[in-house]
């Protein structure tokens, strides 16, 4: 497998007719993998936490920073289709977040469970869902990931659940995915993401009691990305120690600007759930670089300097091609040609997007013939 991915990175790619050109130094001139120090965890009611060091492979290293490129020139570009009014209504966008939902990804298995809230772009992509049918759903045509009816907030792939607009809702959703897995005892679990201004809902305490209570496989997962909407966590909470509001349960505090940290914690709690210890929960301590909607611009609340800041010492990609390129584990031609390969695949998708039919109106209720009664089947 190795052998035939050096092939292609040291060969030359051509879509569309267009040629690019790539590396001609060959696989063993690079690092094969390497080890590197990790942010520690703080933990609520565990005894130890997830390991300090991470192994990082060149191939895998490699497939995260062309997932996190891809998941921010998708986004980049769906802001610009939106200033053009060809996307329209809501549309949350990602930049920023990217190692948060490449790290759960790379902690757990596909045949695992994953829901989220209306944030929902990346995990889309990460569960299997492409580009073309992404862009294609934000303009609500046809060949989107939901045929066009869903937009920007509803998108769904095999062991994906959305996509969630209801503030806190997919919570409870997530918990009833969990007791399907242990039910079935298939030995997998459901990842349950929210963000820190769903934190203070009712429905996700009575969650954690229940999940807690009858042991779920579930990995609760709090995004804290500083900003619910407009207001700050200090504002908005009493105690922004999100990892140890489940009490009970036992929880993780994570850097979620570094992908490897957060590959590793959430490794760490799939262990635990599939051990049979029930629900954990992680907050992962990250950053949007847009405003919460289209509709925000993100600066009345936070300073511009805040977010160069943040862009400056803590972005997940620049992060993630300092260490590759510092240990010899990729050339910046290397990661220059994946740049200029993930740019073409967006304005692929992009030209899909804005081409493609939109939904007949026949399909734009249920199905293509609406009016058939439905019959129960239990």
Not at 101 to 124: C, K, Q, S
Not at 194 to 214: H, K, P, R, V
Request: hydrophobic letters at 35%.
């Amino acid at each position: 497998m190795l052998a035939i991915i050096s092939n292609v990175l040291r060969g030359t790619a051509s879509r569309n007719g267009a040629r690019v050109v790539v590396s001609a130094r060959t696989y063993a001139d690079f690092t094969p993998q390497a080890s590197f120090d990790i942010k520690k965890c703080d933990v609520h009611k565990l005894e130890e936490g997830p390991p300090l060091q991470a192994v990082l492979t060149r191939e895998e290293g490699l497939q995260y920073y062309r997932t996190m490129q891809t998941m921010r020139r998708m986004e980049l570009k769906s802001d610009q289709l939106y200033k053009q009014k060809i996307i329209r209504g809501f549309c949350h966008l990602y930049d920023g977040q990217e190692a948060c939902a490449v790290g759960i990804e790379a902690g757990i298995n596909l045949t695992d469970h994953l829901i989220t809230a209306y944030r929902a772009h990346g995990y889309t992509l990460t569960r299997g869902g492409t580009v073309r049918e992404i862009m294609a759903e934000l303009t609500g045509r046809r060949g989107g990931i939901a045929k066009g009816k869903g937009g920007s907030m509803h998108m769904y792939t095999k062991h994906f659940y959305g996509g969630n607009g209801i503030v806190g809702a997919q919570v409870p959703l997530g918990a009833g995915v969990a007791l399907a897995c242990k039910y079935l005892g298939k030995n997998e679990l459901c990842v349950c993401l929210y963000g820190d201004g769903a934190a203070n809902q009712g429905q996700i305490f009575e969650t954690y009691n229940m999940a807690s209570l009858w042991k779920l496989p579930c990995i609760f997962i709090c995004e804290n990305n500083k900003y619910g909407m407009g207001t700050s966590v200090e504002r908005a909470a009493a105690s922004t120690d999100y990892f140890k509001r489940g009490d009970f349960i036992p929880g993780l505090r994570v850097d979620g600007m570094d992908v490897l940290c957060v590959r590793e914690a959430t490794k760490f709690a799939a262990e635990h759930c599939r051990s049979g210890k029930g629900p954990i929960l992680m907050e992962l301590q990250t950053y949007r670089y847009h405003g919460h909607s289209m509709s925000d611009p993100g600066i009345s609340y936070r300073t511009r300097e805040e977010i160069q800041e943040v862009r400056s010492k803590s972005d997940p990609i620049s992060m993630l091609k300092d260490r590759m390129l510092s240990n010899n584990m990729a050339s910046v031609e290397e990661l220059k040609e994946i740049d200029v390969e993930v740019r073409k695949e967006i304005e692929d998708a992009a030209q899909f997007a804005t081409t493609d039919p939109e939904p007949p109106l026949d399909d734009l209720l249920r199905g293509t013939n609406p009016w058939t009664k439905l019959k129960s089947v239990s």
